[in-house]
């Protein structure tokens, strides 16, 4: 397995770049989240990567933070879902945003992305719910790190639960609550949307 790569960043055409390492130029597909953050052409990049084995190719993929690696990893364990379609979630979302998506269960956020429909966002939502408390990402990219926003959803999704709502129920409430509430007013607010239910 090719775990990281490390050389001269030779050519970049979206979602292709070629790497020269050791005098081998390596062709790797990223997403988009890590392509629009490359350096310049001519200059050192360091990968970390997953080498995919079909029958009849090698392909490789590549990531400048080791969140989206992992966010990759887990969304092709998904029955159905393959490594482009994969790519193509990690360029539509951040690591966080996909994260968020599947606290709040939220497939309207990934049936936007070409390839995704009702279906697919719906099982990919059900089985990352039980692998996101696996998936071990840095601060950035957890639900809500270092975004006041998103710290604010978590927050009040636990409070939520805390008081004995439902998932389902709390979600619901979530999703009428104002862009940005602080943890105190959104909590407030959905108090008020559940007790009307």
């Known amino acids: 397995m090719i775990g990281r790569i490390t050389g001269t960043l030779l050519e970049k055409n979206p979602p292709r770049i070629i790497v020269d390492a050791g005098g081998i130029g390596y062709e790797i597909d990223v997403p988009m989240s890590t392509f629009y953050n490359l350096p310049a052409s001519g200059e050192r990049v360091s990968l970390h990567t997953h080498l995919v084995?079909?029958?009849d190719a090698h392909l490789l993929f590549g990531f400048l933070s080791e969140d989206e690696r992992t966010m990759f990893r887990q969304v092709l364990k998904i029955t159905g879902i393959g490594a482009r379609t994969a790519?193509?979630?990690l360029s539509g979302l951040s690591v966080g945003e996909i994260a968020q998506a599947v606290v709040?269960?939220?497939a309207g956020r990934l049936v936007k992305i070409p390839g995704i429909g009702k279906k697919t966002a719906e099982r990919l939502l059900l089985e990352l719910k039980d692998r996101l408390p696996n998936i071990q990402l840095s601060g950035a990219a957890k639900v809500g790190a270092g975004?006041?926003?998103?710290?604010?959803?978590g927050d009040i999704l636990n409070a939520l639960l805390a008081l004995g709502y439902n998932e389902r129920e709390a979600i619901g409430a979530m999703k009428h609550l104002p862009e940005g509430a602080s943890v105190s007013d959104g909590i407030r607010q959905a108090l008020k949307l559940l007790s009307k239910a």
């Open 53 to 55: 084995v079909r029958e």
């Open 87 to 89: 790519l193509a979630i």
């Open 104 to 106: 709040m269960q939220d």
């Open 147 to 153: 975004d006041t926003a998103h710290d604010a959803t």
